[in-house]
C-alpha cells in the first residue's frame, strides 16, 4: 500500500464516521496496527491529509478531524491520486519564502526576550558538537526546530508563525521517515556550519539589520535543502528534486 492509497483509506473512513471519536483519531500507533501498515507510513499518509486541512496534529494532545464540512474538503481530497510524493521540495520552497521575511521582521520587532531565547537555543546547539553527545543528531534536530520557531516567533505576526508551524511539521514527518542509521543526518555532519548559520541569523537580528537578516535567514534555508537534497541522495531516494535548485550542486 502505497501513502496515497492510505491516506485516501483514512479519508473515506473519516468521512464514512468510522474512524474518528469525538473529533479525534487513534495514535499512530494504533492507526498502524489498525492499517497493518508500519508507522513511518502512517505518519506519511497523516502528512498528507494535514496539508489538505482535513486534520490537525497538536504536540502532546494527538490527531484531530478539522471543523470543516466535507463539501469543504472534497474537491482537493480528489488530487491525492495525483498527490506528489516530492512534499519536501514544496516544503523547502515554501520556507524560502515565509522564513527570510520573518527574519526581517524580527530584526526590527525583536524584543530583549526574544534575543535571550534565540541565543540560549544557540548556546544549546553549541553544546552538542563540543560535548559530542550519543543523541546529538535527535538533540540537534530538535533545536534546529526550536531555533526557527523562535525566528519566527520574534516577527510577533501570528499568522506567519501558524504557517510556519505547519511547514515545520510537514518537513518533521517526512524526515522522521527516512532510514537514518544508513547515513548522518545533517547536524550529525555539519553541526558546526549550522550553528554558524544561525549564529549570523541572531547577530543581524540583534542589530536590528533587516536586510542582513533577510538574505542570512535565506540563505541559510537553501543550502538545508542543499544538504537535504545530497542525504536524501545519499539513501539511495531518488524523489527529492528541489524546487529551487540554484544553490544545489552535484558531488
Known sequence: ????????????????????????LPSERKLASMCN???PLIREALAILEAFGIIEVRDRQGIF??????SEISLPISFLVDWPLDILPQVFEARLI??????ALAAKRRTESDLEKLRETLAKIEELFKEDKHEKALLGEKWNSIFHALV?????????????EGIIRLYERNVSSFPKENAPMPFEKWPREIWAEH????????KGDEKAAEKRAYQHVAISQERIYHFTKSLGLKFFVPLTNEHVKED
Open 152 to 164: 519566527v516567533a520574534s516577527s510577533h505576526n501570528d499568522v506567519l508563525c501558524r504557517m510556519h
Open 199 to 206: 549564529a549570523g541569523i541572531v547577530d543581524a537580528i540583534s
Open 65 to 70: 478531524i478539522r471543523e470543516k464540512s466535507w
Open 98 to 103: 515565509i522564513e527570510p521575511k520573518a527574519a
Open 1 to 24: 500500500m502505497t501513502r496515497k492509497e492510505l491516506a485516501i483509506n483514512i479519508y473515506n473512513l473519516i468521512k464514512e464516521g468510522k474512524l474518528g471519536h469525538n473529533g479525534k
Open 37 to 39: 501498515v508500519t508507522r
